[in-house]
């Protein structure tokens, strides 16, 4: 900055004092922010840690009782089934949501008449609640009044009603299906913005040296696409994995626990058991994984710009 | 899987090659998955409508009527939904909730946003970085934790709980969000300022905000739609029926256990998702590029 520079050549102490009051006022203008998060955020992350460790119950404030909650956890088998729902509905909720969010986004990366309606139009799913979207699907998914059982029957290709929510293997299925429906816009238009990135020229190059189009595709657009599908996916891989809201809407954790998801258990036995200590150790699990997720995505990058020579 | 094929056959080429393609070809690759996308992207929006003005002898009785069409609409649900339910008094109860929040996490995250980006004092960058983390935060972690704290500061039940308690997932996005805003705004403005002997107060007043202020309403509308969508929070915290807010209230008030008020169900859902989708269709250009800005970062 051109001031600071010119005064410490006339007065070489100012340099400290300029830095010193720069200090102050950044700690200033950090303060309601920090004072919020703090209180807020890093405290209750602690708390979270702790209550893990007591036997708090709804209206009784706990003792200390060690790893109770966590031996109790671990020989648990609705709590491993949760872990396994978890992990099952993160992976192929996120796998669906990649390969049909890349494909939206290449198809909107074409030229189309009226693109910006269809780009508008394409996120609503992600902006309306989520809450409320799922009503919808618990309306479209009932057991007596399915429209999509009733389309299939008139179409003749099932001769009687899905039990969609009520089957362990179908209501996965629906849930699942749910989520990616709300899941594909997020992905496609942050794909969509990393593909306008890609200058044209790239494309024409390769077509002239011969490159077919599944080769554009693999030696041009899917590299310089990855930074951004790295960050798109991380994102939606944690947003999935503590996913809580479609769940309790549609199936509650039902039928037989089949679609528990460690969030919706944590609510479960925390707040509506009134159990907070064991509430609290469930969330608490979830940690490790969040951490996996986010390291595996950070370290992935980090390889890819030592790979391509980046500084650091 | 046939979705990967798919796409290897679906190459882009905005513009310059999009000649070497026939039409036909374009028809089955580009024209024909995008209208099956909007299909399934719009449907449940459509079917969510229909049902809120479809009288309940039409809604049941797939066997006479046509049920993706509906013969005698109807405006009873919607007036049973206004009238004799406390749906009124949670988009009242939403809006001042999320305006609020909103408010308070926009002044702080300018205020740190600023100093991060700008101030530049020891440490910014690793503030930033906490900043950034405290995002990936979920509050399906936070909330048993919140809840003590909640009762315990005596805010359960009221809209403070809520108020107070946003802002941590508001808060690390909008920040995040207008610290890319500022770095767009050429340093140069800034040291004419300074010497002309401007206050640090002064150029963020006077110069940084009115040039930020697409960023600031990208911000202000993210935070808004996130406030009033959030539900685990609003469904741990409050408890009496009057304070509850939109998302929670239709799906514990409206639901009863035998009977299923799917037509009233269906227009709360709709009338509780109408002003966001239209805050959201008048920005729409600012949303979408402030989104992948945001995540470009």
């Known amino acids: ?312 | 899987m046939a979705a990967i094929k798919e796409v290897e056959r679906l190459e882009t080429d905005e513009g310059g090659m999009g000649y070497l393609q026939s039409l036909p070809r374009r028809v089955v690759t580009v024209y024909l998955p995008l209208l099956v996308f909007l299909i399934v992207l719009l449907f449940p929006f459509y079917w969510m409508t229909i049902t809120a003005v479809k009288p309940n002898i039409e809604m049941t009785d797939y066997v006479n009527y046509n049920p993706f069409w509906v013969v005698h609409p109807t405006l009873e649900h919607i007036r049973y939904l206004l009238l004799e339910t406390s749906y009124p008094g949670w988009l009242l109860n939403t809006i001042i909730i999320s305006t609020a929040a909103t408010f308070l996490s926009l002044a702080a995250a300018v205020l740190a946003a600023y100093a991060i980006e700008r101030l530049r004092f020891s440490g910014a960058r690793q503030v930033g970085l906490a900043v950034f983390l405290a995002y990936l935060v979920p509050p399906s972690i936070l909330f048993i934790p919140l809840s003590v704290m909640v009762f315990n500061l005596g805010l359960y039940d009221t809209p403070f709980a809520l108020i107070l308690t946003y802002p941590t997932f508001l808060i690390p996005f909008c920040t995040w969000l207008l610290m890319g805003y500022f770095r767009s705004i050429p340093f140069e403005l800034e040291e004419c300022a300074l010497i002309d002997g401007a206050s640090r107060w002064q150029i963020l007043t006077k110069i940084v905000l009115p040039l930020s202020v697409p960023g600031l309403i990208s911000a202000g509308i993210f935070a808004f739609t996130l406030s009033w969508n959030e539900f685990i929070y609003a469904l741990t915290f409050i408890q009496s029926s009057e304070k509850k807010t939109v998302p929670v209230g239709v799906l514990t008030e409206l639901v009863r256990s035998d009977v299923y008020e799917w037509g009233a169900l269906m227009a709360g859902a709709l009338i509780g998702s109408l002003p966001v989708v239209v805050l959201y269709s008048f920005f729409v250009e600012h949303y979408v590029s402030s989104m992948t800005g945001a995540v470009k970062e």
């Open chain 1, 1 to 312: 900055m051109a001031v600071p520079s010119v005064a410490v050549q006339t007065r070489p102490s100012i340099r400290s004092r300029l830095a010193e009051s720069r200090n102050a006022l950044g700690f200033g203008f950090m303060l309601p922010a920090a004072a919020l998060l703090l209180v807020f955020l890093t405290y209750p992350l602690g708390l979270g840690v702790w209550l893990g460790f007591t036997d708090t119950r709804i209206g009784r404030p706990g003792i200390f009782i060690g790893v109770e909650n966590y031996e109790y956890l671990w020989s648990d088998s609705v709590f491993w089934l949760s872990v396994f729902n978890t992990l099952l509905y993160t992976v192929s909720a996120s796998i669906l949501k990649f390969v049909l969010g890349l494909w939206l986004a290449l198809i909107l990366n074409e030229k189309l008449p009226f693109k910006s309606f269809f780009r508008a139009v394409v996120l609503l799913p992600w902006v309306v609640p989520t809450v409320l979207s799922a009503i919808a699907f618990w309306w479209i998914y009932d057991s007596q009044f399915s429209i999509l059982s009733w389309a299939l029957q008139q179409m003749g290709l099932i001769d009687h009603r899905i039990n969609f929510l009520g089957d362990p293997t179908n209501a996965r299925a629906s849930v699942i299906a749910a989520n990616v429906w709300r899941g594909i816009p997020f992905v496609a238009i942050t794909l969509l913005a990393g593909l306008q990135t890609i200058p044209q020229s790239l494309y024409e190059a390769a077509t002239l040296d011969g490159a077919s189009r599944w080769q554009l595709f693999r030696y041009v657009t899917l590299p310089l696409l990855t930074p951004i599908i790295a960050i798109t996916m991380t994102f939606s891989v944690l947003f999935t994995f503590t996913d809580f809201q479609l769940i309790y809407v549609l199936t509650r954790g039902g039928p037989v626990n089949a679609t528990h998801l460690m969030a919706t258990l944590s609510f479960q036995r925390g707040i509506a058991g009134g159990q907070l200590g064991e509430g609290a150790a469930i969330a608490v699990a979830m940690i490790p994984f969040l951490l996996a997720a986010i390291l595996f995505s950070y370290f992935g990058l980090q390889r890819r710009r030592w790979q391509q020579g980046g500084g650091d």
